[in-house]
């Protein structure tokens, strides 16, 4: 059964919208913040890194974004470059504008977090007339990401790229990567997701994201099928909820909950591994693979992800995916 059809004749796989940071990764694990002394360099932020693993993947890709007008921003389009990934809409601040920086906490590999200096960010900076209508117009699919939606132009700069890609006809996915030291208050957050949903056809996010979006309505026991039934009434053919390593669950208008098996993983951190399930999955539908073998090309992809130090940098080629379904088939994998 096909949920989603892909505008074939069209000659970019995928193009991605949102942020364009850097990661700075603890080199010393299973420590707090407070005694980490360095960390290792990554280009970050989300939709980058869906972007980078779409790449990987052997997608045609390009990125729709802003970079501060120094080394950092000079890093991340260089890295983009040599991963293959169209810059041509990456446009550089002209304001003084700095890039974001995510240093990340590895306490154990279940206890992560992430540490933001977000202000004055380039990213955030986007404008709608800076997204280039011929780009998205020439993209099977747009990925989005909440995090660009928290404040204005970059906001604007979304709805505008939503806009192009419904005039022609791109499937549009959106990953609700949502960060709340981003945004001003929840009520206003889920204001701008509930809006941002209604345009796409293939919703992604965890079930505290959708908890959150949900904070006006009615659905007391967090029942996945009642938020997956409200975006069936809008644009969405699918829905994937996920609960972390119990997996995740895509939902279809045809009430079917489709679920895929995960995979044993040597977790080094859990960061990364939505942005590694968001590329293998969205890359398994495009092949037109069934949703529950999508699934697990994206479960498969997020553990390597997450038993690597980096998310960008450790996004998986088709064929490492492939070795490591092998391998966890073969026994020869088993979780730490
Ligand atoms: N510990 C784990 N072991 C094996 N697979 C995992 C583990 N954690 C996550 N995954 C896989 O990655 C998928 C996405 O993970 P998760 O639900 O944690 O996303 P997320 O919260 O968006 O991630 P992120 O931390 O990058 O924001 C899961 O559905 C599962 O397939
Ligand atoms: O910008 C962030 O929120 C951090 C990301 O750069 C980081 O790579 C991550 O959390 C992946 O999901």
Not at 194 to 202: M, S, T, V, Y
């Amino acid at each position: 059964m096909t949920y989603v059809t892909f505008p074939q004749a069209k000659s970019l796989d995928f193009a991605a919208i949102g942020r364009l940071c850097i990661d700075l990764n603890a080199n010393e694990i299973n420590r707090p913040m407070e005694e980490t002394m360095t960390f290792t360099k990554y280009v970050g932020g989300s939709p980058a890194n869906i972007t980078i693993g779409m790449s990987r993947l052997g997608m045609k890709t390009a990125f729709i974004g802003k970079i501060a007008n120094d080394q950092m921003g000079r890093f991340i389009a260089d890295y983009l470059q040599r991963n293959a990934i169209d810059t041509s809409n990456v446009v550089t601040d002209q304001t003084g504008a700095v890039t974001g920086l995510a240093f990340t906490e590895i306490k154990s590999p279940s206890d992560c977090s992430i540490l933001m200096y977000r202000n004055n960010v380039a990213d955030l900076k986007l404008t709608p007339g800076e997204v280039q209508e011929s780009l998205i117009a020439q993209a099977k699919v747009l990925l989005i990401s909440g995090t660009a939606l928290a404040q204005s132009p970059s906001r604007e700069a979304v709805f505008q790229a939503l806009n192009y890609a419904k005039k022609h006809g791109a499937v549009i996915v959106f990953d609700l990567d949502y960060r709340p030291y981003t945004w001003t208050s929840p009520e206003e957050t889920a204001v701008y997701y509930n809006l941002a949903a209604e345009k796409c056809d293939i919703i992604l996010g965890t079930r505290e994201e959708f908890d959150m979006m949900e904070q006006f309505e009615h659905n007391p026991e967090k029942d996945d099928q009642i938020t997956a039934a409200k975006w069936f009434d809008y644009s969405a053919k699918i829905v994937i909820i996920k609960h972390g390593k119990e997996g995740s669950i895509a939902y279809t208008p045809d009430g079917i909950g489709h679920r895929a098996k995960s995979f044993p993983a040597k977790v080094v951190k859990t960061f990364g591994a939505g942005d590694s399930y968001a590329a293998g999955f969205i890359y398994g539908v495009m092949q037109g693979w069934t949703l529950e073998k999508s699934m697990e090309y994206g479960s498969a992809a997020a553990c390597i992800v997450i038993s690597s130090h980096s998310c960008s940098d450790a996004m998986p080629t088709a064929a490492q995916v492939d070795a490591y379904i092998e391998r966890c088939n073969r026994g020869e994998i088993t979780a730490s």
